[in-house]
C-alpha cells in the first residue's frame, strides 16, 4: 500500500547532523530522510529517503498504530508555537487512502492538548532509539 506515517523533530537553534531527523514509515519498511530540511509549516515535507536496517524497523513499527486519529480533525497544521524558544518541534504527516496531512507539532507540552502527549513521547522515544 502508499499508506505511511513521516514523523521526526526538528530544532532551529542547533548544530549538526541530530538538528533535523525525518523518517518515513510504511507497512514494511523504515527509511531515513538525508536532506535534514528544517520543515516549512506551509507545505509537506520534501524528502530524499534511504532505506533503514529490518531491525530499525521492528523498533518502530507500532508507532502507526499508536497515531492519535484526533489529530485528522484539527483544522490548523501548526499546533502551539513549535521551536518558538529553542524547544524544537515535531512534524508528523499521515497518509492513509485518500487522506494525507501534515501537522508541525510544538515540543512544550504546556502548548499542546493532553491527548496528543502520549503519542509525542512515543514519537521522542522512537526518534531517540534511531540514533
Not at 509537506?44 to 531491525?55: C, D, E, G, M, P
Request: contains cysteine; negative net charge; glycine residues 6%.
Amino acid at each position: 500500500s502508499n499508506d505511511y506515517l513521516i514523523f521526526g523533530h526538528f530544532y532551529g537553534f542547533c548544530q549538526g547532523e541530530r538538528c533535523v531527523e525525518i523518517f518515513k514509515l510504511d507497512d514494511t519498511a523504515l527509511q531515513e530522510d538525508i536532506l535534514d530540511i528544517y520543515p516549512d509549516r506551509t507545505k509537506f515535507y520534501v524528502a530524499s529517503y534511504k532505506s533503514l536496517a529490518a531491525t530499525k524497523f521492528e523498533a518502530v513499527k507500532d508507532l502507526r498504530t499508536n497515531f492519535p486519529t484526533e489529530l485528522l480533525s484539527e483544522q490548523d497544521t501548526v499546533l502551539g508555537q513549535p521551536d518558538a524558544s529553542d524547544g524544537g518541534g515535531l512534524y508528523i504527516e499521515y497518509k492513509s487512502g485518500t487522506v494525507h496531512k501534515f501537522w508541525i507539532i510544538d515540543q512544550f507540552k504546556t502548548n499542546i492538548p493532553t491527548k496528543y502527549h502520549g503519542f509525542m513521547d512515543k514519537v521522542n522515544e522512537k526518534i531517540a532509539s534511531l540514533q
